[in-house]
Protein backbone atom coordinates (compact mmCIF):
# COMPACT_ATOMS: atom_id res chain seq x y z
CA UNK A 1 0.00 0.00 0.00
CA UNK A 2 2.71 2.66 1.15
CA UNK A 3 4.31 1.56 -2.53
CA UNK A 4 1.08 3.08 -4.00
CA UNK A 5 1.11 5.86 -2.30
CA UNK A 6 4.93 6.91 -2.71
CA UNK A 7 4.00 6.20 -6.72
CA UNK A 8 1.12 8.65 -6.79
CA UNK A 9 3.03 10.76 -4.64
CA UNK A 10 6.43 11.46 -6.95
CA UNK A 11 4.02 11.73 -10.20
CA UNK A 12 2.20 14.37 -8.58
CA UNK A 13 5.03 16.03 -7.51
CA UNK A 14 7.41 16.06 -10.30
CA UNK A 15 4.55 17.06 -12.80
CA UNK A 16 3.01 19.86 -10.23
CA UNK A 17 6.85 21.17 -9.76
CA UNK A 18 7.03 21.10 -13.21
CA UNK A 19 4.08 23.35 -13.66
CA UNK A 20 5.17 25.73 -11.25
CA UNK A 21 8.86 26.09 -11.47
CA UNK A 22 9.21 25.59 -15.36
CA UNK A 23 12.67 24.82 -16.91
CA UNK A 24 15.71 25.22 -13.91
CA UNK A 25 18.43 24.28 -16.04
CA UNK A 26 19.52 28.19 -15.91
CA UNK A 27 19.50 28.92 -12.57
CA UNK A 28 21.60 25.32 -11.94
CA UNK A 29 23.95 26.15 -14.45
CA UNK A 30 25.07 29.58 -13.40
CA UNK A 31 24.73 27.97 -9.74
CA UNK A 32 27.27 25.68 -10.67
CA UNK A 33 29.87 27.62 -12.60
CA UNK A 34 29.65 31.34 -13.18
CA UNK A 35 32.96 31.88 -14.85
CA UNK A 36 31.95 29.83 -17.80
CA UNK A 37 28.55 31.15 -18.04
CA UNK A 38 29.39 32.73 -21.76
CA UNK A 39 29.79 29.48 -23.61
CA UNK A 40 26.00 28.87 -23.57
CA UNK A 41 24.71 25.38 -24.49
CA UNK A 42 21.25 23.81 -24.58
CA UNK A 43 20.29 21.40 -21.68
CA UNK A 44 17.87 19.49 -23.65
CA UNK A 45 18.81 17.28 -26.33
CA UNK A 46 16.36 15.53 -29.03
CA UNK A 47 18.07 12.11 -29.98
CA UNK A 48 21.16 11.18 -28.70
CA UNK A 49 21.89 7.84 -30.48
CA UNK A 50 24.78 6.62 -28.21
CA UNK A 51 22.72 6.91 -24.96
CA UNK A 52 20.03 4.38 -26.11
CA UNK A 53 21.09 1.49 -25.07
CA UNK A 54 21.47 2.77 -21.49
CA UNK A 55 17.60 4.43 -21.99
CA UNK A 56 16.57 1.10 -23.10
CA UNK A 57 18.37 -0.71 -19.53
CA UNK A 58 16.25 1.67 -17.24
CA UNK A 59 12.84 1.52 -19.02
CA UNK A 60 13.04 -1.92 -19.15
CA UNK A 61 13.88 -2.41 -15.49
CA UNK A 62 10.87 -0.42 -14.90
CA UNK A 63 9.02 -2.52 -16.96
CA UNK A 64 10.13 -5.67 -15.20
CA UNK A 65 7.15 -7.58 -13.48
CA UNK A 66 6.25 -10.42 -15.76
CA UNK A 67 7.06 -12.93 -12.83
CA UNK A 68 3.52 -11.77 -11.11
CA UNK A 69 1.58 -12.62 -14.22
CA UNK A 70 0.50 -16.00 -13.39
CA UNK A 71 -0.48 -15.23 -9.53
CA UNK A 72 -2.77 -12.46 -11.12
CA UNK A 73 -3.96 -14.59 -13.92
CA UNK A 74 -5.17 -17.35 -11.51
CA UNK A 75 -6.51 -15.00 -8.90
CA UNK A 76 -8.70 -13.78 -11.27
CA UNK A 77 -12.54 -14.09 -11.04
CA UNK A 78 -12.74 -13.74 -14.88
CA UNK A 79 -9.39 -15.13 -16.22
CA UNK A 80 -11.11 -14.32 -19.76
CA UNK A 81 -10.37 -10.59 -19.34
CA UNK A 82 -6.88 -10.73 -18.94
CA UNK A 83 -6.09 -9.56 -21.74
CA UNK A 84 -8.12 -6.47 -21.32
CA UNK A 85 -6.57 -5.46 -18.00
CA UNK A 86 -3.03 -6.02 -19.51
CA UNK A 87 -4.38 -3.27 -22.01
CA UNK A 88 -5.75 -0.82 -19.44
CA UNK A 89 -2.11 -1.39 -16.94
CA UNK A 90 -0.19 -1.08 -19.58
CA UNK A 91 -1.85 2.28 -21.13
CA UNK A 92 -1.89 3.53 -17.73
CA UNK A 93 2.08 3.04 -16.90
CA UNK A 94 2.38 4.30 -20.31
CA UNK A 95 1.04 7.09 -19.43
CA UNK A 96 2.88 7.59 -16.13
CA UNK A 97 6.00 6.78 -17.15
CA UNK A 98 5.95 9.11 -20.31
CA UNK A 99 4.48 12.65 -17.88
CA UNK A 100 7.11 11.66 -15.29
CA UNK A 101 9.73 10.93 -18.02
CA UNK A 102 9.39 14.55 -20.19
CA UNK A 103 8.15 16.53 -17.32
CA UNK A 104 11.64 15.68 -15.24
CA UNK A 105 13.78 15.78 -18.24
CA UNK A 106 12.44 19.46 -19.31
CA UNK A 107 12.71 20.89 -15.31
CA UNK A 108 15.95 19.67 -15.07
CA UNK A 109 17.72 19.10 -18.45
CA UNK A 110 20.69 16.95 -18.45
CA UNK A 111 21.57 17.95 -14.76
CA UNK A 112 19.05 15.57 -13.91
CA UNK A 113 20.41 12.83 -11.16
CA UNK A 114 19.73 9.36 -11.94
CA UNK A 115 16.65 9.46 -9.43
CA UNK A 116 14.36 11.82 -10.27
CA UNK A 117 13.88 12.58 -5.73
CA UNK A 118 17.59 13.79 -5.47
CA UNK A 119 17.20 16.34 -7.86
CA UNK A 120 13.59 17.70 -7.04
CA UNK A 121 15.30 17.20 -2.68
CA UNK A 122 18.25 19.80 -3.79
CA UNK A 123 16.63 22.42 -6.04
CA UNK A 124 13.05 22.65 -5.23
CA UNK A 125 12.41 25.64 -3.44
CA UNK A 126 9.24 23.85 -1.39
CA UNK A 127 12.25 22.04 1.05
CA UNK A 128 9.56 20.36 3.88
CA UNK A 129 7.40 18.70 0.99
CA UNK A 130 10.67 17.26 -0.66
CA UNK A 131 11.98 15.91 2.52
CA UNK A 132 8.97 14.16 3.20
CA UNK A 133 9.26 13.04 -0.11
CA UNK A 134 12.24 11.51 0.43
CA UNK A 135 11.69 10.02 3.58
CA UNK A 136 8.49 8.57 1.81
CA UNK A 137 10.86 6.65 -1.15
CA UNK A 138 13.25 5.85 1.63
CA UNK A 139 10.37 3.96 3.29
CA UNK A 140 8.95 2.40 0.51
CA UNK A 141 12.50 1.03 -0.87
CA UNK A 142 12.92 -0.60 2.50
CA UNK A 143 9.40 -2.17 2.69
CA UNK A 144 9.98 -3.37 -0.85
CA UNK A 145 13.41 -4.60 0.00
CA UNK A 146 12.02 -6.78 3.10
CA UNK A 147 9.25 -7.69 1.09
CA UNK A 148 11.99 -8.70 -1.82
CA UNK A 149 14.36 -11.07 0.61
CA UNK A 150 11.23 -13.35 1.92
CA UNK A 151 11.01 -14.92 -1.60
CA UNK A 152 14.73 -14.77 -2.09
CA UNK A 153 15.89 -16.23 1.22
CA UNK A 154 12.74 -18.86 1.09
CA UNK A 155 14.32 -20.32 -2.35
CA UNK A 156 17.61 -20.60 -0.43
CA UNK A 157 15.88 -22.47 2.50
CA UNK A 158 14.01 -24.84 0.79
CA UNK A 159 17.51 -26.04 -1.05
CA UNK A 160 18.81 -26.57 2.61
CA UNK A 161 16.10 -27.63 4.04
CA UNK A 162 16.29 -31.30 2.97
CA UNK A 163 19.98 -31.72 4.63
CA UNK A 164 18.73 -30.16 8.44
CA UNK A 165 17.02 -31.89 10.71
CA UNK A 166 16.11 -29.96 13.56
CA UNK A 167 14.19 -26.65 13.61
CA UNK A 168 16.93 -24.84 15.96
CA UNK A 169 19.65 -25.60 13.34
CA UNK A 170 16.76 -24.20 10.99
CA UNK A 171 16.96 -21.37 12.40
CA UNK A 172 20.76 -21.05 12.39
CA UNK A 173 20.86 -21.65 9.01
CA UNK A 174 18.22 -19.72 7.68
CA UNK A 175 19.66 -16.57 10.14
CA UNK A 176 22.88 -17.16 8.39
CA UNK A 177 21.14 -17.63 4.61
CA UNK A 178 19.70 -14.24 5.41
CA UNK A 179 23.02 -12.81 6.19
CA UNK A 180 25.08 -13.52 3.52
CA UNK A 181 22.50 -12.92 1.17
CA UNK A 182 22.04 -8.80 2.63
CA UNK A 183 26.13 -8.96 2.91
CA UNK A 184 26.46 -10.11 -0.50
CA UNK A 185 24.06 -7.38 -2.03
CA UNK A 186 25.95 -4.97 0.25
CA UNK A 187 29.17 -5.48 -1.35
CA UNK A 188 27.50 -5.48 -4.72
CA UNK A 189 26.19 -2.31 -3.88
CA UNK A 190 29.23 -1.08 -3.03
CA UNK A 191 31.10 -3.04 -6.38
CA UNK A 192 28.66 -1.46 -9.09
CA UNK A 193 28.00 2.20 -6.95
CA UNK A 194 25.74 4.00 -9.39
CA UNK A 195 21.62 3.33 -9.47
CA UNK A 196 21.08 3.89 -13.10
CA UNK A 197 24.76 1.81 -13.75
CA UNK A 198 22.93 -1.17 -11.80
CA UNK A 199 19.16 -0.91 -13.28
CA UNK A 200 20.15 -0.82 -16.25
CA UNK A 201 22.48 -4.01 -15.99
CA UNK A 202 19.89 -6.13 -14.37
CA UNK A 203 16.92 -3.99 -17.08
CA UNK A 204 19.37 -5.24 -20.27
CA UNK A 205 20.06 -8.82 -18.49
CA UNK A 206 17.01 -10.46 -16.24
CA UNK A 207 14.51 -8.27 -17.69
CA UNK A 208 15.25 -9.23 -21.29
CA UNK A 209 15.36 -13.10 -20.49
CA UNK A 210 12.29 -12.81 -18.04
CA UNK A 211 10.10 -10.44 -20.05
CA UNK A 212 11.05 -10.92 -23.75
CA UNK A 213 12.88 -13.58 -24.75
CA UNK A 214 11.48 -16.38 -22.19
CA UNK A 215 7.84 -15.63 -22.53
CA UNK A 216 8.16 -15.68 -26.93
CA UNK A 217 10.18 -18.64 -27.04
CA UNK A 218 7.89 -20.82 -24.62
CA UNK A 219 5.13 -19.79 -26.83
CA UNK A 220 6.84 -21.34 -29.93
CA UNK A 221 7.62 -24.07 -28.12
CA UNK A 222 4.31 -24.61 -26.69
CA UNK A 223 2.22 -23.97 -29.69
CA UNK A 224 4.72 -24.34 -32.63
CA UNK A 225 2.22 -26.76 -34.91
CA UNK A 226 -0.67 -24.47 -34.81
CA UNK A 227 0.80 -20.98 -35.34
CA UNK A 228 0.47 -19.06 -38.65
CA UNK A 229 3.39 -18.16 -40.72
CA UNK A 230 3.34 -14.48 -39.63
CA UNK A 231 3.16 -15.37 -35.91
CA UNK A 232 6.11 -17.56 -35.94
CA UNK A 233 7.77 -14.83 -37.94
CA UNK A 234 7.14 -11.94 -35.47
CA UNK A 235 7.65 -13.99 -32.13
CA UNK A 236 10.95 -15.18 -33.60
CA UNK A 237 11.69 -11.37 -34.32
CA UNK A 238 11.32 -10.66 -30.26
CA UNK A 239 13.72 -13.56 -29.47
CA UNK A 240 16.18 -12.71 -31.29
CA UNK A 241 15.79 -8.88 -30.48
CA UNK A 242 15.44 -9.81 -27.13
CA UNK A 243 18.98 -12.13 -27.04
CA UNK A 244 21.01 -8.79 -29.00
CA UNK A 245 19.65 -6.21 -26.22
CA UNK A 246 20.71 -8.88 -22.83
CA UNK A 247 24.18 -9.25 -25.09
CA UNK A 248 24.64 -5.48 -25.75
CA UNK A 249 23.50 -4.77 -21.82
CA UNK A 250 26.52 -7.84 -20.78
CA UNK A 251 29.20 -6.33 -23.31
CA UNK A 252 28.51 -2.12 -21.97
CA UNK A 253 28.27 -3.72 -18.45
CA UNK A 254 31.13 -5.03 -17.69
CA UNK A 255 34.03 -2.73 -18.73
CA UNK B 1 29.39 -66.54 -21.94
CA UNK B 2 26.69 -67.34 -19.54
CA UNK B 3 28.88 -66.31 -16.39
CA UNK B 4 29.17 -62.92 -17.96
CA UNK B 5 25.88 -62.37 -18.94
CA UNK B 6 25.12 -63.00 -15.68
CA UNK B 7 27.94 -60.66 -14.73
CA UNK B 8 26.29 -58.32 -17.11
CA UNK B 9 22.91 -58.62 -15.78
CA UNK B 10 24.10 -58.22 -12.20
CA UNK B 11 25.41 -54.55 -12.71
CA UNK B 12 23.05 -53.39 -15.05
CA UNK B 13 20.33 -54.31 -11.69
CA UNK B 14 23.31 -52.72 -9.29
CA UNK B 15 23.13 -49.71 -11.42
CA UNK B 16 19.10 -49.66 -11.58
CA UNK B 17 19.13 -50.27 -7.98
CA UNK B 18 21.50 -46.80 -7.10
CA UNK B 19 19.52 -44.97 -9.85
CA UNK B 20 16.81 -46.34 -8.12
CA UNK B 21 18.07 -44.96 -4.75
CA UNK B 22 18.61 -41.40 -5.97
CA UNK B 23 15.05 -41.36 -7.30
CA UNK B 24 13.92 -42.06 -4.12
CA UNK B 25 16.18 -39.94 -2.49
CA UNK B 26 15.34 -36.92 -4.58
CA UNK B 27 11.73 -37.64 -4.04
CA UNK B 28 12.29 -37.17 -0.04
CA UNK B 29 14.37 -34.16 -0.97
CA UNK B 30 11.60 -32.30 -2.91
CA UNK B 31 8.84 -33.68 -0.48
CA UNK B 32 11.05 -32.12 2.78
CA UNK B 33 11.29 -28.36 0.84
CA UNK B 34 7.51 -28.89 0.49
CA UNK B 35 7.11 -29.50 3.94
CA UNK B 36 9.39 -26.53 5.08
CA UNK B 37 8.08 -24.59 2.53
CA UNK B 38 4.11 -24.80 3.25
CA UNK B 39 5.73 -24.57 7.27
CA UNK B 40 6.78 -20.90 6.65
CA UNK B 41 3.90 -19.76 4.77
CA UNK B 42 1.72 -21.08 7.31
CA UNK B 43 3.73 -18.90 9.48
CA UNK B 44 3.97 -16.12 7.85
CA UNK B 45 -0.32 -15.76 6.97
CA UNK B 46 -0.94 -15.19 10.43
CA UNK B 47 1.48 -12.12 10.34
CA UNK B 48 0.29 -10.39 7.59
CA UNK B 49 -2.30 -11.14 4.70
CA UNK B 50 -1.06 -12.89 1.69
CA UNK B 51 -2.05 -10.05 -1.21
CA UNK B 52 -2.68 -13.26 -4.05
CA UNK B 53 -4.22 -16.28 -2.01
CA UNK B 54 -5.64 -18.39 -3.88
CA UNK B 55 -9.00 -18.54 -2.06
CA UNK B 56 -9.91 -14.94 -2.94
CA UNK B 57 -10.68 -13.97 -6.17
CA UNK B 58 -9.93 -10.31 -7.40
CA UNK B 59 -11.87 -7.85 -10.16
CA UNK B 60 -11.01 -6.37 -12.64
CA UNK B 61 -9.80 -3.31 -11.74
CA UNK B 62 -8.06 -4.99 -8.51
CA UNK B 63 -5.95 -7.01 -11.05
CA UNK B 64 -5.24 -3.22 -13.29
CA UNK B 65 -4.18 -1.92 -9.60
CA UNK B 66 -2.09 -4.88 -8.27
CA UNK B 67 -0.26 -5.07 -12.00
CA UNK B 68 0.42 -1.45 -12.54
CA UNK B 69 1.52 -1.02 -8.61
CA UNK B 70 3.86 -3.80 -9.63
CA UNK B 71 5.34 -2.30 -12.56
CA UNK B 72 5.71 0.96 -11.10
CA UNK B 73 8.16 1.09 -8.62
CA UNK B 74 11.56 2.60 -8.19
CA UNK B 75 12.36 2.62 -11.86
CA UNK B 76 9.89 4.86 -12.56
CA UNK B 77 12.65 7.68 -10.44
CA UNK B 78 14.97 6.87 -13.36
CA UNK B 79 13.25 7.33 -16.57
CA UNK B 80 13.89 11.69 -16.29
CA UNK B 81 17.70 10.00 -16.12
CA UNK B 82 17.03 7.74 -19.79
CA UNK B 83 15.66 11.22 -20.94
CA UNK B 84 18.88 13.04 -20.01
CA UNK B 85 20.99 9.60 -21.71
CA UNK B 86 19.03 9.76 -25.12
CA UNK B 87 17.18 12.75 -25.80
CA UNK B 88 13.65 13.60 -26.09
CA UNK B 89 12.81 11.19 -29.13
CA UNK B 90 15.16 8.85 -28.32
CA UNK B 91 13.68 8.37 -24.19
CA UNK B 92 9.88 8.20 -25.90
CA UNK B 93 10.91 5.65 -28.58
CA UNK B 94 12.85 3.40 -25.74
CA UNK B 95 9.68 3.84 -23.29
CA UNK B 96 6.92 3.02 -26.05
CA UNK B 97 8.49 0.45 -28.14
CA UNK B 98 9.91 -1.57 -25.09
CA UNK B 99 5.50 -1.14 -24.09
CA UNK B 100 5.01 -2.40 -27.06
CA UNK B 101 6.82 -5.64 -26.60
CA UNK B 102 6.21 -5.80 -22.80
CA UNK B 103 2.64 -5.66 -23.77
CA UNK B 104 2.92 -8.04 -26.38
CA UNK B 105 4.43 -10.66 -24.07
CA UNK B 106 1.99 -10.44 -21.32
CA UNK B 107 -0.40 -11.43 -23.84
CA UNK B 108 1.84 -14.50 -24.72
CA UNK B 109 2.14 -15.53 -21.18
CA UNK B 110 -1.86 -14.94 -20.08
CA UNK B 111 -1.98 -17.46 -23.40
CA UNK B 112 0.66 -20.04 -22.16
CA UNK B 113 -1.43 -20.42 -19.11
CA UNK B 114 -4.11 -20.66 -20.87
CA UNK B 115 -3.22 -23.33 -22.50
CA UNK B 116 -4.04 -22.25 -26.41
CA UNK B 117 -2.41 -19.95 -28.88
CA UNK B 118 -6.11 -18.24 -29.52
CA UNK B 119 -6.88 -15.08 -27.62
CA UNK B 120 -8.51 -15.30 -24.13
CA UNK B 121 -11.08 -13.79 -24.49
CA UNK B 122 -12.56 -16.85 -26.36
CA UNK B 123 -12.70 -18.78 -23.86
CA UNK B 124 -15.80 -17.01 -21.75
CA UNK B 125 -17.64 -19.11 -20.01
CA UNK B 126 -20.75 -16.98 -20.65
CA UNK B 127 -22.40 -17.74 -24.34
CA UNK B 128 -23.44 -14.54 -24.79
CA UNK B 129 -19.59 -13.23 -24.74
CA UNK B 130 -17.99 -16.45 -26.73
CA UNK B 131 -17.09 -15.84 -30.04
CA UNK B 132 -16.34 -19.63 -30.42
CA UNK B 133 -19.30 -21.93 -31.54
CA UNK B 134 -19.50 -23.71 -27.94
CA UNK B 135 -19.79 -27.15 -29.44
CA UNK B 136 -16.60 -29.18 -27.25
CA UNK B 137 -14.50 -29.40 -30.46
CA UNK B 138 -14.15 -25.65 -31.17
CA UNK B 139 -13.77 -25.03 -27.11
CA UNK B 140 -10.79 -27.66 -26.61
CA UNK B 141 -7.71 -26.41 -25.64
CA UNK B 142 -4.39 -27.71 -27.07
CA UNK B 143 -2.71 -27.82 -23.98
CA UNK B 144 -3.74 -28.13 -19.79
CA UNK B 145 -4.06 -24.63 -18.69
CA UNK B 146 -0.69 -23.96 -16.51
CA UNK B 147 -0.34 -22.55 -13.12
CA UNK B 148 3.10 -20.75 -12.58
CA UNK B 149 6.10 -19.42 -13.93
CA UNK B 150 8.41 -22.34 -13.43
CA UNK B 151 5.85 -24.33 -14.78
CA UNK B 152 5.50 -23.02 -18.41
CA UNK B 153 9.46 -23.46 -18.51
CA UNK B 154 9.31 -27.23 -17.44
CA UNK B 155 6.57 -27.32 -19.95
CA UNK B 156 8.44 -25.67 -22.55
CA UNK B 157 11.98 -26.60 -22.13
CA UNK B 158 11.77 -29.18 -19.72
CA UNK B 159 13.74 -29.11 -16.11
CA UNK B 160 17.11 -27.95 -17.18
CA UNK B 161 15.22 -24.61 -18.43
CA UNK B 162 13.08 -24.42 -15.43
CA UNK B 163 16.37 -24.53 -13.43
CA UNK B 164 18.06 -21.29 -15.52
CA UNK B 165 15.16 -19.43 -15.52
CA UNK B 166 14.74 -20.03 -11.53
CA UNK B 167 18.21 -18.78 -11.56
CA UNK B 168 17.81 -15.87 -13.83
CA UNK B 169 14.58 -15.01 -11.23
CA UNK B 170 16.95 -15.44 -7.86
CA UNK B 171 19.78 -13.14 -9.36
CA UNK B 172 17.05 -10.26 -10.33
CA UNK B 173 15.74 -10.68 -6.77
CA UNK B 174 19.05 -10.45 -5.53
CA UNK B 175 19.91 -7.29 -7.73
CA UNK B 176 17.02 -5.53 -6.53
CA UNK B 177 18.13 -5.80 -2.76
CA UNK B 178 21.17 -4.24 -3.95
CA UNK B 179 19.39 -1.46 -6.12
CA UNK B 180 17.50 -0.69 -3.10
CA UNK B 181 19.96 -0.60 -0.85
CA UNK B 182 21.75 1.85 -3.46
CA UNK B 183 18.69 4.02 -3.46
CA UNK B 184 18.23 4.08 0.33
CA UNK B 185 21.96 5.06 0.81
CA UNK B 186 21.53 7.87 -2.03
CA UNK B 187 18.23 8.96 -0.45
CA UNK B 188 19.73 8.98 2.74
CA UNK B 189 22.96 10.80 2.20
CA UNK B 190 20.85 13.56 0.20
CA UNK B 191 18.92 13.92 3.94
CA UNK B 192 22.20 13.35 5.68
CA UNK B 193 25.12 14.97 3.37
CA UNK B 194 27.78 15.02 6.40
CA UNK B 195 27.66 11.07 6.12
CA UNK B 196 28.58 9.00 3.02
CA UNK B 197 26.82 6.53 1.17
CA UNK B 198 29.05 3.74 1.77
CA UNK B 199 28.29 4.30 5.65
CA UNK B 200 24.80 5.06 4.90
CA UNK B 201 24.57 1.43 3.15
CA UNK B 202 26.27 -0.10 5.67
CA UNK B 203 23.98 1.36 8.63
CA UNK B 204 20.80 0.19 6.46
CA UNK B 205 22.22 -3.55 5.73
CA UNK B 206 23.22 -3.78 9.85
CA UNK B 207 19.68 -2.39 10.29
CA UNK B 208 17.85 -4.79 8.31
CA UNK B 209 19.86 -7.83 9.94
CA UNK B 210 18.17 -7.16 13.36
CA UNK B 211 15.04 -8.48 12.93
CA UNK B 212 16.54 -11.44 11.67
CA UNK B 213 19.20 -12.27 14.37
CA UNK B 214 16.44 -10.87 17.20
CA UNK B 215 14.44 -14.25 16.25
CA UNK B 216 17.43 -16.42 17.79
CA UNK B 217 17.19 -14.50 20.89
CA UNK B 218 14.62 -14.75 23.76
CA UNK B 219 11.26 -13.26 24.47
CA UNK B 220 13.43 -10.88 26.13
CA UNK B 221 14.92 -8.81 23.67
CA UNK B 222 11.46 -7.08 23.01
CA UNK B 223 12.71 -4.29 21.01
CA UNK B 224 14.26 -6.22 18.62
CA UNK B 225 11.12 -7.88 18.33
CA UNK B 226 9.23 -4.48 17.85
CA UNK B 227 11.72 -4.07 15.00
CA UNK B 228 10.86 -7.58 13.49
CA UNK B 229 7.21 -6.81 13.44
CA UNK B 230 7.90 -2.92 12.16
CA UNK B 231 10.14 -3.73 8.92
CA UNK B 232 8.25 -7.21 8.06
CA UNK B 233 4.94 -5.22 7.52
CA UNK B 234 5.62 -1.75 7.01
CA UNK B 235 1.84 -1.00 7.39
CA UNK B 236 1.89 2.17 8.92
CA UNK B 237 -1.41 2.24 11.15
CA UNK B 238 -0.24 -1.30 11.66
CA UNK B 239 2.84 -0.52 13.23
CA UNK B 240 1.30 2.43 15.06
CA UNK B 241 -0.68 -0.31 16.54
CA UNK B 242 2.22 -2.56 17.38
CA UNK B 243 3.96 0.56 18.78
CA UNK B 244 1.03 1.42 21.51
CA UNK B 245 0.55 -1.75 22.29
CA UNK B 246 4.25 -2.38 22.71
CA UNK B 247 4.61 0.72 25.03
CA UNK B 248 1.34 -0.55 26.87
CA UNK B 249 3.13 -3.98 27.44
CA UNK B 250 6.33 -2.20 28.41
Redesign the interface.
Known amino acids: ????IA?VC??LA?VTSFLIEGDVTEEIESQANIDSILETRSH??????G??N???G?????????????????????????????????M???A???T??????S????F????????L??YSSAVLAM?IL??L??????????L?????A??F???V??YVSNDST???VS?AI??I??????A???F?????T??S???MI??M????I??????L???WP??SLV?RIQ?CL?VI?GVAMAIVGTVIGTP | MDFNATKAHLKAQAKFAALEKTQRELD??TK??A???RK?LSN?KGKQKSK???S?????YQ??????????????????????????????????S??L??????????????G??R???????SPS?AKLPTDSESMKR??QP????PD??R???GSAGAVI??I?????????????????????H??FPSIP??TH??G??IF??LP??S??CGAEWKILVFFTTC??N???TQSLERLAFFLISA
Request: aromatic share 14%; proline share 3%.
Open positions: MIGTTVVVHQLWIGGLSAFLVAYCFSGHAIIPSIYNSMDKPYEFERVVNVTFIVVACLIGLSGYMFGDVFDQITLSNQDTWMILTAFSKLTTMFPLMGEEIAPMLLTKMLLFGAFMAIVPSFSLCMVGCTIVSVFPAGAYRLFKLDHLF | LKKSDYRIQFSSEKTSFCVFNMANILMGVGLLALPFAFAKSGYLGGSFAIIFAICWKTSILIGRELNDPPLSFFSEVMRIRSFIAEAFLGVLYFELFSCIAIFIVSIGDHMELVTMLLTSTVIKLSTFDV
